[in-house]
């Protein structure tokens, strides 16, 4: 009853803080951190610990630990004993327990100070278990300088887990806390190895160990160099340690995938950094759990001049065309497109805004899947004006960008080019839709993490469609170096480039592993070679093959709402009956638009196919029916202008007066949509040009009524602005027309 209430009244000290410390998944050490008071403390289990330092610690220091309350009263009588009859400290009868009491609470080696330990001790068998007591013991044994603990001394000491001590090594340890500023293991471990060998047979003696395991430690010859515990996974580590509480952390991370990673990383900058890249930049998550299992902020941690601490997976970079894939895969679920649908790829102006290809170059007319493989700018642009920025926005935000969410106030048709922020982080867990039927889900950093908030945001068929799209080899950012290997990875992948060359991305993707690669400089300087094809996609492909080397294809099985069909080889559409060619493509059953090519029209000719007529002009007799392709008009102004040889009806009847009905040209410049600046006496022209629909051959340009220029269909014509406004018609030569305002500020 007394020890009670005075155990309530007088409770033991706490353990002092520990080093936090985190684990892979299999249980290693990936890094440690000094505590606050500058220790190396480690907190370490029973388990953790070979079986050699713990029977060679009790064997040394109190044989009788798993029997006694704390105190073992005949050592104690036999030490007053001593101590009296030789008039000095011989012994000090300490138990395990009593030891750990002073480390505690210290204080000087006193009579008082030893009964306040033995009765610290019964409070500590009170409040603990002997397997409890144990672990507090080792992990805040001296080990000499800012050590404690038998885990902390065998890392810096020996380089190795605790676990993994020999009994040479288990006994030095064990040895080691007697008098650590004797054994000073950083100037010399010769000492210690003597006094090793000394209770090696003294334990052979004691029969602890057996003969056979005594002679093999003691021909060991343990070599000590103090090293810094390990450091795997570093940025993440430091992100465990500053979000979680508690000291022991167990990640996600598996250890041979994350040395893969660094490594690679590491070697792949030594070797592009003479382009003026220095950095990057790796993520790999498993599919199915969504754990993270490598994680590498940068190429070096260790680097300063370079700034290898800034986190590359967290850090907010322009994610050049990644985002691309999202903004397809939305119009596939909405049915408006499949992978064979065709989108302009002309030099277009969207209100004032006028992207532009990579590579300077036009195409035309191309298919999504075109698209998509080429990352050409120009269809992407048009496919988000059709759906609405503020929508694809949304979108975006939902997959969980949060730098587009916080700022769509600020963005435009520029986003899908790169013109926000994104992150590694984002973009790898977003690319990870691909691969998991459409499902989005949070990263998983720790095993005591359990994530909730998955949700759809594809489905299974558009998810599928975009990872067939971009598995294909046969692609521009395929570096030319790697097409002829013939190992490389069954994987789909997508790059993005930043403008300016600052950032480099590669995103890659098969049924188990998602990665995302980013490449650049955390000063944010460009570099002339810097782009995902370049600098991103090799390390990506070693990544694969390092990590799922024995992966066999992509392994994404086909939905069974993806099905095949028949459609218009020109427009992507289902035939229509004059289709010259058609072939099969993928769609969405239930979901793609189920439209009929119009692309062929029927005209109504003269005889010799010199004249076309309309219905107010058409013969009698005489007049033939041919069929034309009749293309959107500003793809014909491009034909046009690029020489590009496709099929046109003949001019209208020049002897017909009757005016047509229907759209007037489509004016594509200028535009009401925002206010021309003019600088003052500089002479400064605006240009004019529209598109008109076949058969038109010439155009009308007025100006406030006035006509100041005739072209012929498609072509270009200028006029100097000299009032606040305008007011701009255009004429086809079938009477047609479109009309617009323009403002004008002079400055």
Not at 284 to 303: H, I, L, P, R, T
Request: charged content about 20%; some cysteine.
């Amino acid at each position: 009853m007394l020890v009670a209430a005075a155990d309530r009244l007088f409770p033991p000290p706490e353990p002092p803080p520990y080093s936090v410390q985190v684990f892979d998944r299999h249980g290693g050490l990936l890094s440690t951190y000094l505590t606050e008071d500058d220790k190396w403390r480690l907190r370490t289990r029973l388990e953790d610990v070979s079986s050699e330092f713990l029977t060679a610690i009790i064997a040394k220091e109190d044989r009788l630990f798993a029997l006694h309350p704390g105190i073992d009263l005949l050592a104690v009588v036999r030490a007053l004993y001593d101590n009296i009859r030789f008039g000095r400290r011989v012994s000090g009868a300490s138990t395990i327990t009593m030891q750990l009491a002073r480390m505690l609470e210290s204080g000087e080696r006193t009579y008082f100070v030893k009964l306040r330990e033995m009765l610290r001790a019964l409070q500590i068998e009170l409040r603990y278990s002997k397997r409890e007591i144990l672990e507090q013991y080792i992990s805040l044994l001296p080990m000499g300088g800012n050590i404690e603990g038998v885990a902390s001394a065998s890392w810096i000491y020996f380089n190795r887990p605790p676990g993994k001590l020999s009994l040479a090594q288990a006994t030095a340890l064990a040895i080691l806390p007697n008098d650590p500023n004797f054994y000073r293991l950083d100037r010399s471990s010769s000492p210690l190895q003597n006094t090793t060998r000394e209770w090696l047979k003294l334990f052979e003696k004691r029969r602890v160990f057996s003969h056979d395991i005594i002679e093999e430690a003691l021909i060991e010859d343990f070599s000590v160099a103090r090293a810094a515990p390990p450091q795997l996974a570093p940025h993440l580590c430091e992100q465990l340690r500053r979000r979680n509480v508690g000291d022991l952390h167990i990640s996600t991370i598996d250890p041979r995938m994350q040395r893969i990673a660094e490594q690679l990383l590491f070697n792949h900058v030594q070797r592009i950094s003479s382009d003026g890249v220095t950095n990057g930049a790796v993520l790999v998550v498993e599919n199915d759990s969504m754990n993270v299992a490598a994680y590498c902020g940068s190429a070096d941690f260790a680097d300063s001049e370079h700034q290898g601490q800034v986190n590359g997976v967290i850090a907010l970079r322009s994610p050049g065309s990644t985002l691309k894939p999202f903004v397809y895969a939305r119009a596939f679920d909405e049915g408006t497109l499949t992978p064979a649908s065709r989108l302009l790829d002309i030099p277009m102006d969207f209100g004032g805004y006028t992207p532009e290809n990579y590579d300077g170059q036009f195409h035309g007319d191309v298919t999504v899947r075109e698209a998509l493989l080429q990352s050409l700018n120009i269809p992407a642009v048009g496919e988000i004006a059709r759906q609405g920025t503020g929508n694809v926005i949304s979108w975006l935000a939902s997959l969980g960008f949060r730098g587009i969410q916080s700022k769509r106030s600020d963005l435009g048709l520029s986003l899908i080019l790169g013109g926000c922020g994104s992150t590694l982080e984002e973009l790898t867990r977003a690319y990870s839709v691909f691969s998991r039927q459409g499902v989005l889900s949070p990263l998983r950093y720790s095993h005591d993490q359990h994530p909730s908030g998955s949700q759809p945001l594809l489905s299974e068929e558009a998810a599928f469609l975009i990872s067939d799209i971009l598995e294909e080899h046969e692609r521009p950012d395929l570096p030319e170096e790697l097409r002829e290997i013939s190992h490389l990875p069954s994987i789909a992948w997508k790059t993005g480039t930043s403008y300016g060359k600052r950032d480099a991305w590669a995103i890659g993707w098969n049924a188990r592993y998602t990665i995302g690669v980013w490449m650049g400089n955390f000063s944010g300087e460009g570099a002339p070679e810097l782009s995902g094809a370049v600098m991103a996609v090799p390390l990506l492909l070693d990544l694969f093959n390092g990590i799922d080397r024995s992966g066999d294809g992509l392994g994404i099985l086909q939905p069974a709402g993806v099905r095949t069909r028949e459609i218009c080889s020109r427009t992507g559409y289902l035939p229509g009956p004059q289709c010259a060619a058609t072939s099969m493509a993928l769609y969405i059953e239930d979901c793609s638009t189920q439209k009929r090519c119009e692309l062929m029209k029927a005209f109504f000719l003269s005889e010799d196919l010199s004249v076309r007529y309309c219905t107010e002009c058409l013969p009698d007799t005489g007049a033939v029916r041919e069929w034309y392709p009749v293309y959107p008009p500003e793809l014909s102004v491009w034909y046009a202008e690029n020489h590009v040889e496709v099929p046109r009806p003949p001019a209208h009847d020049p002897t017909c007066t009757a005016r047509f009905s229907g759209d007037g040209p489509q004016i594509l410049s200028p535009s009401s949509e925002y206010t021309y600046y003019i600088e003052k006496g500089s002479g400064q022209e605006i240009l004019l040009h529209a598109a008109s629909t076949t058969g038109v051959h010439a155009q009308y340009w007025y100006v406030d009524g006035t006509l100041i220029s005739e072209v012929e269909s498609g072509g270009r014509a200028f006029f100097k602005p000299d009032a606040s406004s305008h007011r701009i018609t255009c004429m086809d030569d079938a009477g047609r027309r479109n009309t617009l305002t323009i403002d004008v500020v002079y400055y």
